[in-house]
């Protein structure tokens, strides 16, 4: 596609259920990754792939949280019993470089809202 | 792990006035310093980047400046302008991620 497509673009949930966070990224690149941006925030390092295999998933915050790809192009990110801190933008990008050395393109992201 | 941090918080400058961010980074062998601007309740957007092996970049109103041994490195504007009014976030990156500085939101004033 020609950018970064995210769904859904917002999403209200209550406490406990599970959601489910998707990511189309650019086609042809090979490198994903999630962030969490919560309001005023930074962005925080969830998880990145490289093709459908995740060799960085230091940044998932609890066992509640599992991403995966597959075809090397679809990701969805679960988070699983969800918390009101949960609540943030959840931001994907790709890039086309295995390394990280090149500059992302990011989607519009998912707000979640956790009540 | 990589660790960076970001100043100012934030940053007031009267329009055609300079703005000048700055950050530091912890992992030596971080290689490539990108810098993204996000306007309200947009994407973040790659605006310009510098890799290790140049000190300087410069890109119209927009320059980087890296210092190696230090490990610092700075967002110049000149002549700023309201557009440029934003959150911008600096980064690092070495292999597998990059980690971005907690953010500097800049006003411009009129």
């Known amino acids: 596609g020609a950018g970064v497509s995210q769904s859904p673009s917002n999403k209200v949930t209550e406490k406990g259920k599970d959601v489910e966070l998707r990511c189309d990224p650019i086609s042809g690149h090979t490198a994903l990754y999630w962030y969490r941006q919560s309001l005023g925030q930074g962005l925080e390092f969830l998880i990145y792939f490289q093709g459908n295999s995740a060799p960085d998933k230091s940044g998932l915050p609890s066992d509640r949280f599992s991403a995966e790809r597959t075809g090397g192009s679809v990701s969805t990110l679960t988070i699983q019993r969800t918390q009101q801190e949960d609540s943030a933008v959840y931001l994907c990008?790709?890039?086309?470089?295995?390394?990280?050395?090149?500059?992302?393109?990011f989607g519009s992201g998912t707000r979640l809202t956790v009540v | 792990g990589e660790n960076v941090e970001q100043h100012p918080s934030t940053l007031s400058v009267q329009e055609g006035d300079s703005a000048v961010i700055k950050c530091t980074y912890s992992?030596?062998?971080?290689?490539?310093f990108p810098w993204y601007k996000q306007e309200l309740g947009k994407r973040p957007q790659l605006i310009i980047d510098i890799r290790s092996n140049v000190g300087e970049k410069k890109d119209q109103r927009i320059a980087v400046t890296l210092n190696k041994t230090a490990k610092h490195f700075s967002l110049h504007i000149t002549e700023t302008q309201p557009e440029d009014s934003a959150v911008y976030f600096c980064a690092a990156s070495s292999a597998s991620k990059i980690i971005f500085g907690s953010g500097t939101r800049l006003s411009i004033r009129p």
């Open positions: 992992d030596s062998a971080s290689n490539y």
């Open positions: 990008a790709s890039s086309s470089r295995q390394q990280s050395n090149y500059g992302y393109t």
